[in-house]
């Protein structure tokens, strides 16, 4: 095993307010790429633009969220997590009253790749309960600050909406850079300072990110598994959008957005995933989630005439998945206790990428095959990763 590996050092121990304190901020960091989609075709009039303009822009935001988890997540290993935090927090606030100030769409697409970059702070704050929780709890925690993730992916869309018609788009952002500006203050007063001196430069350490895959197994399996569900998730979610808004159901825009709220279920689900995580192991989690997102996956196929049946599928589904992502990021992050951002990194990239391919596909699938297909696509990939996990050793997670 080594060095790495078995590095041990002192660290302060996250106290329940401060952990608390990390998912509210991880839920507005993560919420901050998020509130514009549903008032596209408002920023397109404000700005004379067209909507597939508008929509280009905020195709930035991923793109940056990307570059954010490879070159920004890394440094919660490096520098004071307190000074990382506080200072993505800043630039985030600087970089939506930005965007609330843009006249032209390329403008706002620069500030949303901005945004983006910043978002990625939830990946940073879960490398941070990684390391800084004590290691009997270390899932419990974890699945804090993945329930304020889970929160803000869901909540940015819905309450972006809400505002942007309360208020104005623009007001909107200014109000979340306010927001951003106040967590940055309270990130420097309450989050660690201690941090590691790597032996490897900067660089070096974002060069040796594709050698991690080859060097340890435990990060290709949660890569691989992860990346098959995350695929699945967004192919169910980009794809029930396209679905609801043809014949026979035609539903608006706003009508469709409401669906999100079933996944707010997920969010409980994760804190449960990562207490029992801690006392039973993460692979009897992942089984026991992904066999419950398996059959709300095959429900939903032949049950979206009937909305009540639909929205409890849903739940379930982003229930099951959750609860697996938890515990499968609980195994990276227990490779390099010291120092697990790189792992991190490393697996959300790859996870990452599931997601993007999940929702170009869903999207496409549903528009020229149908509903049906759709979901049977994203069960057969949730039942690869179940069959991977079964034919792992235990050993192994």
Partial sequence: ?????????????????????????????????????????????????????IGTALACGPVGYMLGLAFLVPLVDRLPPRTVISAQFWSLAV??????????????????????????VGAQLSSIAGRFADPARRATVLGVVTAGISAGILLGRILGGWLADALGWRPMLLLLAAASAATAVAARALLPAEYTTPSTGYLSQLRSLPNLYARFPV???????????????????????VALSQPPFSYSPERIGLYASAGLLGIPATRIAGAWTDRVGPRRVILTGLTLAATATLLLGVTLSTPTVTLLCLALFDAGLFAAQVSNQSTVLALAPSTPARFNSAYMLIYFLGGSAGTAFGATATTYFGWPPTTLASTLAVAIATAITLSTRRAKQ
């Fill in 219 to 241: 990060l290709r399996l949660a890569a691989t598994r992860g990346t098959l569900w995350f695929f699945a998730f967004c192919t169910i979610w980009s794809g029930l959008a």
């Fill in 95 to 120: 970089a939506l009253a930005a965007a609330a100030a843009v006249g032209s769409p390329w403008l706002l697409g620069l500030t949303i790749g901005v945004i983006g970059a910043g978002s990625a």
């Fill in 1 to 53: 095993m080594t060095s790495e590996l078995v590095a041990v050092e002192r660290v302060t121990r996250l106290r329940t307010p401060v952990v608390w304190f990390m998912a509210v901020a991880a839920a507005l960091g993560t919420a901050s790429i998020y509130p514009l989609q549903p008032a596209i075709a408002a920023v397109a009039g404000s700005l004379g633009a067209s909507v597939a303009e």
